[in-house]
């Protein structure tokens, strides 16, 4: 059996990585205005912006030493992996919610209002994209949230009825946002897009479902609809681009929301989404069983996230194996590939574990990869 030569491939990471302590010292300064956020022209001038540069440059080297094929900026120019994508749309403002899901630990993250016309007329990421392009020798991975992210944490009560009487006129021009994000990532040479989302995980856990229905929407319905929107934007990447979906059931500080099998949304998403790859987590019992890859359409690639990126303990090898021989029962090997089960920082304060434990578990990723594969 041999390597994936294209994305998603056999050894392959979700995204985020652990903040650098000197990138968060100046992430602080520039919130208090000891140092300007943006370049003022020079490579090394002090800004935030050069601090990004020069922590984005190692951490791609990093990645291309561990023996990634694809590699990310480490999401080190934002604070959370889903709500500086959002704010960077028209439209979009950020809003606290009481009745949001919380984590484990107690936290509740921020919702997201509608309070004008969406749209995306320059690229949230096209300039990220382009420096980590520019320093990449691998594959450069661009990830952003799925547009289901939009609406999935508030629902219709988020979203001005003055603005958007009609909903489906909110999903054309959130998806509109997206289709143009596509086009500029693709003109900007982006061959390997992901869309993080967490909705069809979340909708697995029976807590989750009744909070849609407390609050008036239909679990299942919105499913379609996510779905809808997510083959949507697909369907505007040109030849040569890759997307993948990434799902989890939460990713903050090593604590999580949710939990439950695929089961329910399982033939959905396998049937209707229309993407190249599947990131999924599997690393706990949370999770379930392999079961649901039943469903799984012969022309599509599933990325096993069975490495944990909570936690810094090395996974058993020969149990990780005895796993994806257990999952090809449903999905052939080849058809198969292995990553963490979501990124080490979806926010900036990351997860509990260090840099060194954060590199060997991708570089324990790509020799796992390496043995099962070839």
């Known amino acids: 059996m041999t390597m994936r030569q294209t994305p ?6 979700v995204g985020s990585l652990l903040r650098p302590a000197r990138l968060a010292d100046a992430r602080a300064k520039a919130a208090k205005g000891e140092i300007t956020a943006e370049s003022l022209g020079g490579t090394d001038d002090g800004s935030l912006r ?3 540069n020069e922590c984005i440059r190692e951490a791609v080297a990093a990645q291309e030493r561990a023996g990634l094929h694809a590699v990310t900026d480490g999401e080190f120019r934002r604070g959370s992996w889903v709500m500086d994508f959002f704010l960077g749309l028209d439209g979009i403002e950020e809003k606290e919610l009481s009745d949001v899901p919380a984590f484990s630990s107690g936290f509740r993250p921020t919702s997201m209002a509608t309070t004008g016309k969406i749209g995306n007329p320059t690229g949230v990421t096209v300039e990220d994209f382009k420096f980590l392009k520019s320093v990449a020798t691998k594959t450069a991975k661009q990830c952003i949230p799925s547009p289901s992210l939009a609406y999935h944490r508030g629902g219709r009560a988020m979203i001005d009825k003055g603005i958007y009487p009609e909903i489906e006129d909110y999903w054309r021009d959130l998806w509109s946002a997206y289709k143009n994000e596509v086009k500029l990532l693709a003109d900007a040479g982006c061959s390997y897009l ?4 967490t909705t069809f995980a979340m909708i697995c856990d029976p807590k989750v479902r009744q909070s849609f229905v407390d609050r008036g929407d239909d679990p299942d319905a919105m499913l379609a609809t996510y779905a809808r929107g997510i083959n ?3 369907a505007a990447r040109p030849d040569g681009m890759a997307i993948t979906v990434h799902m989890c059931r939460g990713n903050f500080q090593s604590s999580w929301i949710a939990e439950g099998g695929y089961e329910p949304v399982a033939e959905l998403l396998f049937s209707e989404v229309n993407v190249d790859g599947f990131f999924m987590e599997w690393d706990s019992e949370r999770s379930g069983g392999f079961e649901p890859l039943r469903f799984v359409r012969d022309d599509q690639i599933v990325v096993l996230g069975l490495i944990t990126s909570k936690t810094p303990e090395l996974e058993d090898k020969d149990l990780i194996k005895r796993r994806l021989d257990e999952a090809a029962k449903y999905v052939p090997l080849e058809r198969l590939c292995l990553s963490p089960q979501c990124g080490f920082a ?3 304060q990351g997860n509990k574990l260090s840099e ?17 594969w070839g």
């Open 356 to 372: 060194d434990e954060q590199w060997r578990k991708l570089e324990w990723v790509v020799e796992i990869a390496d043995e099962v």
């Open 346 to 348: 979806s926010t900036h």
């Open 232 to 234: 949507e934007v697909a």
């Open 50 to 52: 050069a601090v990004e």
């Open 8 to 13: 998603p491939f056999r050894a392959d990471q």
């Open 194 to 197: 992901q869309l993080d989302d």
